[in-house]
T-cell receptor
């Protein structure tokens, strides 16, 4: 099906483990984004990518790594998970960087770090 | 420090009446503002946006107003419908960096 998908939808991991969250979009959108949603903070940008092999940091990038070898995929890796990274993670894409800046969001991944 | 603020965590409105959701921001460099709607267990969906050079944008039942001098924007929903019950996020951007508010949970009472 066309759209933007995230996997897994739910993940429980232990402190110190590496975990990768997957994001896949079928629109060939240039831009892709990762956000985390926490109570009291709304959504905060972790990383974004303007194209394959081009990534840049967002507001809360510490502890996260991204890659984008293919336009359609934008995985997010927590190299050594911490409890503070327990959150709901959303991936999004947009066709370009201009107005109206509409982003299409995936359904989210709920990550719990124990 | 939160650059985009939604100071009302929740709002209840009767069906058919107007819903007004408010948002304040601190960064005068923001050049575009957006509103997203989010249902539980789903990702946000785009509603409407406005450029910083405009003061109003309308799309059907949804109108966004921007007051740059007050660094304030609002979303008006008229008439409100039960299906509008959701969490609404305002967001602002300088280009590639996006900043979201904490959201306002709207309940439309039938």
């Amino acid at each position: 099906d066309a759209g933007i998908t995230q996997s897994p939808r739910y993940k429980i991991t232990e402190t110190g483990r590496q975990v990768t969250l997957m994001c896949h979009q079928t629109w060939s959108h240039s831009y892709m984004f990762w956000y985390r949603q926490d109570l009291g903070h709304g959504l905060r940008l972790i990383y974004y990518s303007a194209a394959a092999d081009i990534t840049d940091k967002g507001e809360v990038s510490d502890g996260y790594v991204v890659s984008r070898s293919k336009t359609e995929n934008f995985p997010l890796t927590l190299e050594s998970a911490t409890r503070s990274q327990t959150s709901v993670y959303f991936c999004a894409s947009s066709e370009n960087s201009g107005a109206p800046y509409e982003q299409y969001f995936g359904p989210g991944t709920r990550l719990t770090v124990t | 420090d939160q650059q985009v603020k939604q100071n009302s965590p929740s709002l209840s409105v009767q069906e058919g009446r107007i819903s007004i959701l408010n948002c304040d921001y601190t960064n005068s460099m923001f050049d575009y503002f957006l509103w997203y709607k989010k249902y539980p267990a789903e990702g946000p969906t785009f509603l409407i946006s406005i450029s910083s050079i405009k003061d109003k944008n309308e799309d059907g039942r949804f109108t966004v107003f921007l007051n740059k001098s007050a660094k304030h924007l609002s979303l008006h929903i008229v008439p409100s419908q039960p299906g509008d019950s959701a969490v609404y996020f305002c967001a602002a951007t300088t280009g590639n960096q996006f900043y979201f508010g904490t959201g306002t949970s709207l309940t439309v009472i039938p």
